[in-house]
């Protein structure tokens, strides 16, 4: 059984319910179904009643769909959003626009409110939709510090990470992290491999040297980063700086870092920017064929999940699992 499969059976057996509020994409509609028929997770459906009549799924009572013209606690999230967002010039018009027309808000609202676990968007919106809803809605994680995005990659095949299981970070958000950020980006992001995957975490970050080949500024700043994270989470097995062969490849470790416990044993990869990162991830699903479910948006106190515009129904699905299982 892949990650991915075994992901899905662990949602199911404990679903929570996650919000979908691209009710207008059918990919969406497709996405649900399948997940009301496997009882992955319960779903809160954003959107028109007539939504009802594109779901064939049999198990309705996992489903719930929410029109904000009608929903009873409409008025109070209004009132709420203008409340975290007067600061900044909002004005209750401006909430209350937002709150019937950005049904991302309006999920991202829900999850604020506990009426749901977590959101899945991304399908028909860019990344900085859903981390802008985030940012207004969800609290941030206080010892991260960061909103990041991160990708599970199952390759098939590949003896490296957990029998090619890994996770890349960060490869949606930050365009040039400092340290401190990178050290939270670093956290985060063993702590979502070991939710998921249920094994321990390796943390490597990565950099064109590997302990000490090279010099630079930007070494330096993975240098700095890799003592953060050991200050913020001293227990985290996390080293580096390290080149990719240096991280994965057994042999090449024994020759280039022979006395790290991380080198060539690596399944959580940091990349120093967003450049390298968002790269090395699409070149991985593409050459390798590579199954990569994400961003998955860590640095919330509550799970939020990002999509490619160019997902597949099947990614939506793999999306709400792992919201689910992080929730």
């Known amino acids: 059984m892949s990650l991915l499969e075994t992901i899905r059976q662990k949602a199911a057996n404990n679903p929570k319910r996650i919000v979908l509020p691209e009710s207008n994409d059918q990919r969406t509609i497709d996405a649900a179904n399948y997940i009301l028929e496997h009882k992955i997770a319960k779903l809160i459906i954003i959107g028109k009643d007539d939504i009802s009549k594109k779901i064939t799924a049999k198990n309705l009572k996992d489903l719930e769909i929410v029109d904000p013209e009608t929903y009873k606690d409409t008025e109070r999230f209004i009132s709420t959003y203008y409340e975290l967002r007067k600061a900044k010039g909002m004005t209750p018009e401006e909430s209350r626009q937002i709150m019937m027309t950005?049904?991302?808000?309006f999920g991202a609202m829900l999850v604020r409110d506990g009426k749901a676990d977590g959101f899945v968007s991304g399908a028909c919106h860019t990344t900085a939709d859903i981390i802008r809803a985030g940012l207004r809605c969800l609290s941030i994680d206080k010892s991260i510090?960061?909103?990041?995005?991160?990708?599970?990659?199952?390759?098939?095949?590949?003896?490296?990470?957990?029998?090619?299981?890994l996770l890349f970070a960060d490869c949606g958000v930050n365009p040039d992290p400092n340290p401190r950020q990178l050290a939270g980006i670093a956290v985060s992001a063993a702590a979502l491999f070991e939710k998921l995957v249920g094994k321990q975490a390796k943390v490597a970050m990565l950099s064109y040297s590997s302990k000490g080949s090279a010099e630079g500024p930007m070494v330096d700043k993975v240098r700095q980063a890799l003592a953060k994270a050991k200050e913020i989470a001293p227990n985290l097995m996390i080293d580096g700086e390290f080149q990719p062969d240096s991280a994965l490849v057994p042999?090449?470790?024994?020759?280039?870092?022979?006395a790290s416990e991380v080198a060539g044993k690596a399944n959580v990869l940091i990349f120093p920017d967003l450049n390298s990162g968002n790269i090395c991830y699409k070149l991985t699903q593409r050459l390798a064929n590579a199954r990569a479910v994400g961003p998955l948006l860590m640095g919330f106190q509550k799970p939020c999940s990002d999509l490619s515009r160019g997902c597949s129904w099947e990614d939506i699905v793999d999306a709400v699992a792992i919201t689910s299982v992080r929730a």
Do not use: L, Q, T
């Not at 950005?102 to 808000?105: A, G, I, L, M």
């Open 145 to 165: 510090g960061v909103v990041s995005g991160s990708f599970v990659m199952e390759v098939p095949g590949s003896p490296y990470g957990e029998n090619g299981v």
């Open 251 to 258: 042999e090449v470790a024994k020759i280039k870092c022979p």
């Open 102 to 105: 950005d049904w991302v808000s």
